[in-house]
Nanobody
Framework: VQLQASGGGLVQAGGSLRLSCEASGRTINTYAMGWFRQVPGKEREFVAGVRWTGGSPYYADSVKGRFTISRDNAKNTVYLQMNRLKPEDTAVYYC??????????????WGQGTLVTVSS
């Protein structure tokens, strides 16, 4: 499985960006896809996730009400719509894919990361 993320960039505080992540390869075993982010010197943190066969998305408290994760199963793509961005949202954002192999939430595949910079 390969994950290709895109959509990062520079935006002013209060603005919006939409990230995309397309999965290719053997994706039939997909349980969920999610977004994580990491600031240099800090641990990677979970942002949002969505199960591939349905159910409500789930979010980190820090982004609830501002970010929306969605999926397009036909395109094997997950999106992260980020609104009302804050400078503290600045990070490298990674998409990830969780399969039915292993514990739920133990993501198996990772994209290359896309940088989001929010200026104040």
């Amino acid at each position: 499985v390969q994950l290709q993320a895109s959509g990062g960039g520079l935006v002013q505080a209060g603005g919006s960006l939409r990230l995309s992540c397309e999965a290719s390869g053997r994706t039939i075993n997909t349980y969920a896809m999610g977004w994580f982010r990491q600031v240099p010197g800090k641990e990677r943190e979970f942002v949002a996730g969505v199960r591939w066969t349905g159910g409500s998305p789930y979010y980190a408290d820090s982004v609830k009400g501002r970010f929306t994760i969605s999926r397009d199963n036909a395109k094997n793509t997950v999106y992260l719509q980020m609104n009302r961005l804050k400078p503290e949202d600045t990070a490298v954002y990674y998409c990830a894919l969780d399969t039915y192999s292993g514990p739920a939430g133990d993501y198996d595949y990772w994209g290359q990361g896309t940088l989001v910079t929010v200026s104040s």
